[in-house]
């Protein structure tokens, strides 16, 4: 249990002690400054511990935002101050400064503003303060009567239970979410947390809804269609709903991080697979159309990612194009078509679900790939527009993010030692794309099996190598990583589709789903602060272009083999998967990462 230490007995007529009680506080009371260092010494080290004025007047949601989120070490407001773990040994030394100061003045008791003072002083001792946009919500620390009354009147003039109702939903989503989902999934978040359903098990819940909608949709049947596409809007509800629990409640952690991050990519894909399978028991063989889907969304995701980790952090970081989209932000209506034209995830599942449930699989994949594909086109020339204009001076931190989301392995890294050059500016996307159209080209253009394709894939290997030997800091450099997904997966996809054996495409379907996992756990992993896989992992999958150049081998060795091609896609995916499955399992779970939550962005 958390331990709240008010620095003093409460105000007649307050509810500070109740309202601290039912947050699950186990509260006391410090006379003096002695006492308050002497209680909170006591308290367990791993355990959360408040400091709160006895005067303090506000809202219990209030309250909560300052002493229960869990994903901050330190957070304050007005008249309150809270210290995890990791912030407590810098509290302890801001209260026994504060001690040492009213001991010598004679008093012995605690200064008016002391948990002002103490956060200022975390602040000073580098242990970052939280401190909660409370908008509407009232934190305060009245000094007479009067105040005190006028404070109360504010209280009561504000229902803070609307304002957690409001603020549990995204700040910022598409608009589906916003309009046809958040008005009333907000309420199944509250019914979710007056029940003790965590986030997790929503979660979870969403996860299984989803993966029977791929099952119904595997059936072939119209009924199937439909009861599929009816529970995937259900399982989206769901999606939603764990987010707003989480924020509702305020129950981060960092499994839920893990979860929420990797579960919405897994019922995607299960669900394009189910739609698949479908297609096939009606004669309709639509893999290579789900395969596309999948690889265009994953080399989508990797630009979003690759272009904020290169530029969250950049100085000078100003552009014409970007004053130009904020210019547009401040006409309602563009910000709606803006968000709707990039088919993020409410507007992709509700088209998927209703076209599932009204049409066939092939009109579903090729609905996405064109939807997809346009909002793609969209959004990386913005990019490239932006990074063109602007001046921007990339961090250190930014090149390494690039270069461990390039997922270069043993022979790229390799080829990079020899041409490295300290100091000298590298032009990494001109490697990296003319290594990506040369191996494309050959796969696209040479029989499936020529050994040309082979020679291909060895210069993409030099050139991938090369790309990388200098930091990823020119202005177009985040488009590295994009390009080494696409020539990858697209590699995969089309020497399965032009084998002879009949089922290299669901198997090439499993390989691209293991790969894809592990580069959105590598972009999970940077986001959380923890960097990149360990290097025995990516040495172990081999690296972009060592699957790549395998896998090219493995055709020209194996093309007129009957089914050993898709035999060792299979067993490629399943070793893939089992590997980065394992190790990722144990990092989210063991290693206490921080939590990662996506506010901003739409999937």
């Not at 970007?322 to 210019?327: D, E, F, H, T």
Request: include cysteine; glycine fraction near 8%; aromatic fraction near 8%.
């Amino acid at each position: 249990m958390s331990t709240a230490i008010l620095t003093g007995p409460p105000a007649p007529g307050s509810s500070l002690d109740g309202d601290l009680r039912s947050l699950g506080f186990d509260v006391r009371i410090a006379s003096g400054a002695e006492e308050a260092s002497a209680l909170l010494a006591a308290v367990p080290a791993g355990e959360r511990v408040a400091l709160v004025d006895p005067r303090f007047v506000g809202h219990v949601h209030a309250l909560r935002l300052t002493l229960t989120d869990p994903r901050f070490a330190a957070a304050a407001a007005p008249g309150a101050l809270t210290a995890q773990r990791e912030a407590r040994p810098a509290l302890a030394r801001a209260l026994d400064a504060a001690s040492a100061t009213t001991g010598a003045a004679g008093t012995g008791t605690l200064t008016d503003g002391l948990t002002d003072a103490l956060a200022d002083a975390l602040d000073a001792d580098g242990v970052a303060v939280h401190r909660p946009q409370l908008g509407t919500l009232v934190a305060t620390v009245p000094t007479d009567a009067e105040a005190r009354h006028e404070a109360r009147a504010a209280v009561d003039a504000v229902d803070d239970e609307a304002v957690r109702l409001r603020s549990a939903v995204k700040a910022h989503d598409g608009f589906f979410t916003t309009f046809f989902i958040s008005p009333y999934s907000r309420y199944i978040a509250r019914w979710c947390a007056r029940r003790g359903l965590t986030p997790n098990q929503v979660t979870t819940a969403s996860l299984l809804t989803a993966l029977i909608a791929a099952g119904c949709a595997a059936t072939g049947t119209r009924g199937g269609y439909v009861a599929a596409g009816v529970l995937l809007l259900v399982s989206f509800v769901l999606d939603c709903t764990d987010g707003q629990l989480a924020r509702y409640a305020l129950k981060y952690s960092t499994m839920g991080a893990w979860l929420d991050a990797t579960f919405d990519r897994a019922k995607e894909y299960a669900f394009y697979a189910g739609l698949a399978l479908g297609a096939a028991r009606n004669g309709d063989d639509v893999w290579a159309l789900a395969l596309g889907a999948m690889v265009l969304m994953t080399c989508r995701h990797v630009v979003d990612f690759s272009f904020n980790e290169a530029n969250h952090d950049a100085t000078a970081n100003t552009s014409p194009t970007a004053a130009l989209s904020s210019r547009l932000d401040g006409v309602g209506w563009t910000v709606w078509a803006r968000r709707m034209i990039i088919l993020p995830i409410g507007e992709r599942w509700a088209m998927i679900a209703v076209l599932t449930a009204f049409t066939t699989p092939r009109i579903v994949f090729w609905a996405l790939i064109v939807g997809c594909a346009f909002g793609a086109c969209y959004t990386t020339a913005g990019r490239v527009l932006r990074s063109l204009t602007r001046k921007a001076k990339r961090t250190d931190r930014a090149a390494q993010a690039l270069a461990d989301l390039a997922d270069s392995g043993p022979l790229a890294r390799f080829i990079a030692r020899i041409f490295h050059r300290p100091g000298r500016r590298g032009a990494g996307v001109v490697f990296a794309a003319f290594a990506t159209a040369g191996l494309l080209f050959a796969v696209l253009t040479y029989p499936f099996g020529d050994r040309q394709t082979v020679i291909a894939a060895i210069g993409y290997t030099i050139f991938a190598g090369v790309a990388v030997a200098q930091p990823l800091k020119g202005a177009l450099d985040w488009l590295v990583p994009p390009l080494f997904r696409a020539a990858e997966y697209t590699t995969v996809l089309v020497l399965a589709a032009r084998s002879d054996s009949p089922h290299a495409l669901p198997a090439a379907f499993g390989l691209v789903a293991a790969v894809a996992y592990h580069h959105y756990d590598t972009v999970y992993r940077i986001r959380g602060g923890t960097g990149a896989p360990p290097a025995w992992l990516v040495r172990v999958t081999g690296g972009h272009e060592g699957r790549t150049l395998l896998v090219t081998v493995l055709a020209a060795l194996l093309a007129d083999r009957g089914d050993d091609f898709t035999l060792a896609l299979t067993a490629m995916a399943v070793a893939v998967a089992l590997v980065v499955l394992v190790e990722s399992i144990r990092f989210w779970v063991s290693s206490g990462a921080p939590a990662v939550h996506d506010e901003g962005e739409t999937a």
